[in-house]
């Protein structure tokens, strides 16, 4: 992550080092996690989120103690077992083990495609919003000062508010 920042600051250090004609390039700053804490619909996005990331961990953490609790139940009577039968049941065990990974996994895939799901019409809005506001305010630049790729801005370069005002205001 850090290293495609630094490129991606590295290029920006580039483009402004090639720019000769114009002394002031007009730029914006905009911190978009201000922007999406703000908007009803990423709060109601959240409590979905939330609340289907809480079903899926209840489902896994079920499955787990349920598998963990037959291997302790395995250990408590492999004594009595004949060897056959012993490594009949650690077989199947690491195959439920690789089962509920693959499980996990696809879990995971889903409340990550959800997330999006959810999350792509809040983006889109909130880029329209700076489309707009970058426009009207004749800026060439809008930086996210929410990534690590702003280290200083004067406070008369942010447009956080103006694009929230915006969307509040309806796009047009």
């Known amino acids: 992550m850090y290293k495609s ?3 991606l600051f590295l290029l920006l250090l580039f483009a402004f080092s090639n720019v000769k004609a114009e002394k002031n390039i007009p730029i914006g700053i905009v911190d ?7 908007l009803p619909e990423s709060k109601e996005s959240d409590a979905i989120l939330q609340k289907y990331q809480k079903k899926i961990s209840d489902s896994l953490a079920t499955m787990q103690q349920n598998f963990q609790k037959r291997v302790e139940a395995y ?12 490594q009949k049941q650690e077989a199947a065990f690491r195959a439920e083990e690789q089962q509920l990974m693959a499980l996990r996994d696809e879990m995971l895939k889903k409340l990550n495609a959800k997330r999006d799901e ?5 983006r889109d809005k ?3 919003a700076i489309k707009l506001v970058a ?7 809008v930086l996210d000062k929410s990534s690590a790729v702003v280290l200083f801005s004067e406070e008369q ?13 309806g796009l047009k």
Do not use: H, Y
């Open 32 to 38: 978009v996690t201000v922007i999406a804490a703000q």
């Open 75 to 86: 250990v408590k009577q492999k004594g009595m077992m004949k060897v056959e039968e012993q």
């Open 126 to 128: 909130i880029t329209k």
């Open 5 to 7: 920042i630094s490129i």
């Open 157 to 169: 370069m942010d447009i956080t508010f103006k694009v929230l005002d915006k969307i509040k205001r």
């Open 118 to 122: 959810l999350l792509k019409p809040i």
């Open 135 to 141: 426009k009207e305010e004749k800026l060439k630049l």
